[in-house]
């Protein structure tokens, strides 16, 4: 695993504005801090009797999800209603036909019914990156998560989360806890407080559940979780990810949950005002106690409502840095026209 990714310019157009949103690889701290201030005037639009803004009217969000999801899809939709596009979901199965058949399939429709966008999730890493490769060129692209790689609207939404109760990323110290070795959310939270110039990304997991080469992310990995805790700003904790381990990684989930489980006790290893966050959904019992999930220092819910403004973010920029696009490639024809 290398944090470096080569398709890093895919997503940007040629004056350095979102086209397309896949990885937070290489995306600079100011794009970061932009996606994160339009998502905070973004929350005031949620707070309203009427919660709807007309960025996106007329335009049509396509949601393709390869791979269930709850929270993830209807915020999406939800943040795509907000900024008054249409939007239309399509759960597509994968279990019939294999990888690039069923992509390059579906692409095809999508494009034959005019759709602006596409919010992609899939099972496989690198989906979203295949598509933005081989959509029509005017399509902004979403990663919606795939694989293991990367959720970036998860690690914005997280980064939102944490800026709006920690006030900034600067003297803070973070702790990612549990199945990090297939954790999507994890990869983009340790970019994302990377860029933003947090100085201190701890992990927290068995060995049998850290990625090799987890140290080139700039983290301190702890195989100890008291030790790890100790004076922490921030615990972000993660599902146990049972439907992609294959057997042998862990003794039984009680024994995970005795030596990793957040339970009060532990949460008071952390600084009294330490904020604890999950991405959904919740295993109660097997990464955290229900006591600290409904507790006074969970922001677990707090998370999802950041959610829809951090997609509405992504969505209004991706869309107006495709726009620009489009007008700095016909001022380039038209002038070799002249
Ligand atoms: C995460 C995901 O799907 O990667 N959930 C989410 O998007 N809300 C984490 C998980 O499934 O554990």
Excluded: W
Excluded at 169 to 179: H, K, P, T, W, Y
């Amino acid at each position: 695993m290398t944090p470096t990714d080569a398709k890093r310019p895919l997503q940007l157009n040629d004056q350095g504005q979102l086209r397309h949103f896949l990885s937070l690889d290489g995306l600079p701290r100011e794009l970061l801090t932009e996606i994160l201030d339009t998502a905070d005037s973004f929350l005031e639009v949620g707070a309203r009797a009427v919660k709807k803004v007309p960025l996106l009217r007329g335009k049509t969000v396509c949601n393709v999800f390869f791979e269930n999801s709850t929270r993830t899809r209807t915020t999406f939709e939800l943040a795509a209603q907000r900024l008054s596009a249409d939007v239309i979901t399509l759960n597509v199965s994968t279990s019939s036909t294999s990888k690039g058949e069923t992509l390059t399939d579906t692409l095809r429709n999508l494009e034959a019914m005019a759709a602006d966008m596409f919010v992609v999730r899939h099972a496989d890493s690198g989906a979203a990156h295949f598509i933005a490769e081989h959509v029509c060129p005017e399509v902004a692209v979403i990663n919606g998560g795939d694989g293991r790689h990367a959720h970036p609207t998860q690690g914005m939404l997280d980064m939102l989360t944490i800026r709006r109760h920690k006030g900034g990323f600067e003297n803070l110290s973070v702790a990612i806890v549990g199945d990090i070795l297939h954790s999507r959310v994890a990869r983009s939270n340790m970019l994302a407080l990377r860029t933003l110039g947090c100085p201190d990304i701890r992990v927290i997991a068995p060995k049998t559940l850290l990625p090799e080469g987890i140290e080139q992310y700039g983290v301190r990995v702890f195989t100890d979780m008291n030790e790890g805790m100790r004076d922490v700003d921030v615990v972000i904790m993660l599902r146990l990810q049972r439907e992609r381990m294959q057997g042998g990684l862990l003794p039984s989930e009680g024994e995970f949950y005795k030596l990793y489980g957040l339970n009060t006790q532990r949460l008071e290893l952390a600084k009294p005002d330490a904020i604890v966050m999950h991405p959904g959904p919740i295993n109660r019992g097997v990464e955290i106690e229900s006591a600290v999930a409904d507790g006074a220092q969970s922001v677990i819910l707090n998370q999802v409502t950041y959610g829809i403004a951090i997609r509405m973010a992504v969505l209004s920029m991706a869309m107006s840095g495709q726009t620009a696009q489009r007008q700095i490639d016909s001022e380039s024809v038209s002038e070799e026209q002249q």
